[in-house]
C-alpha cells in the first residue's frame, strides 16, 4: 500500500466512514497486520475480529479491523489467551458504544438547555405601559427606563403645545 493510500484512512483525518470502509482481501489484510492469512481466518472463527463479507461470502477487512488485528497480535505476544482477548475486545466494543450514548445524551442536554433558556427568557417578560398608552415588551424591566423617557418626551411636548380652543 503506497503512502497517499495510507493517509486515507488516516484517523485524523476524521472520516470514519473511509475508517470502516471493508476494503482489504484477506491476503493485504493479513500483510498489513504482519500475520499469516490463517492467522486471520482463525480470528474470524473465534469472533476476535470478524471482517464484513461481501458477494460470494469473500471476506474484506477495514482499517479499524487492520488495527484490531495489530492489538490481537500484542495482547497475544504478551501471554493473554484468545479467550481472554475475545472478552477484552468485547469490553473494549461496549465502552465504544456507550462513549457513543455519552456523546448523544450530550447533545440532548445542550438542546434542552437551550430549549430551557429560551422558556425562562420568555417568562422574563415584562409589559410597560406608557402615559400615552404605548406598551412595550421588555425582557428584563430594563426597557422600561427608555419608555419612561420616550414618555417624558412625549409630556413635555404636550405641554408645550397652545392650549385647544
Not at 497486520?33 to 463479507?53: S, W
Not at 473494549?92 to 429560551?118: C, I, N, S
Amino acid at each position: 500500500m503506497n503512502a497517499s493510500a495510507s493517509k486515507r484512512f488516516d484517523r485524523g483525518s476524521g472520516r470514519d466512514g473511509e475508517w470502516d470502509a471493508p476494503v482489504f482481501v484477506i491476503s493485504v489484510a493479513a500483510e498489513l497486520a504482519q500475520m499469516h492469512p490463517q492467522t486471520l481466518r482463525q480470528y474470524d472463527r473465534l469472533g476476535l475480529v470478524v471482517p464484513k463479507r461481501q458477494a460470494g461470502k469473500h471476506r474484506r477487512y477495514s482499517q479499524r479491523d487492520i488495527d484490531r488485528l495489530r492489538r490481537v497480535q500484542e495482547l497475544s505476544s504478551e501471554g493473554v489467551s484468545l479467550e481472554g482477548i475475545r472478552r477484552m475486545i468485547g469490553l473494549e466494543k461496549r465502552v465504544e458504544t456507550l462513549m457513543e450514548r455519552v456523546a448523544e445524551l450530550e447533545q440532548d442536554v445542550e438542546r434542552w438547555r437551550g430549549r430551557a433558556e429560551g422558556v425562562a427568557i420568555a417568562a422574563q417578560r415584562i409589559f410597560a405601559a406608557g402615559a400615552s398608552g404605548e406598551v412595550a415588551i421588555t425582557r428584563t424591566g430594563r426597557d422600561t427606563d427608555r419608555l419612561q423617557q420616550r414618555t417624558m418626551q412625549a409630556w413635555a411636548q404636550f405641554q408645550l403645545m397652545p392650549p385647544e380652543d
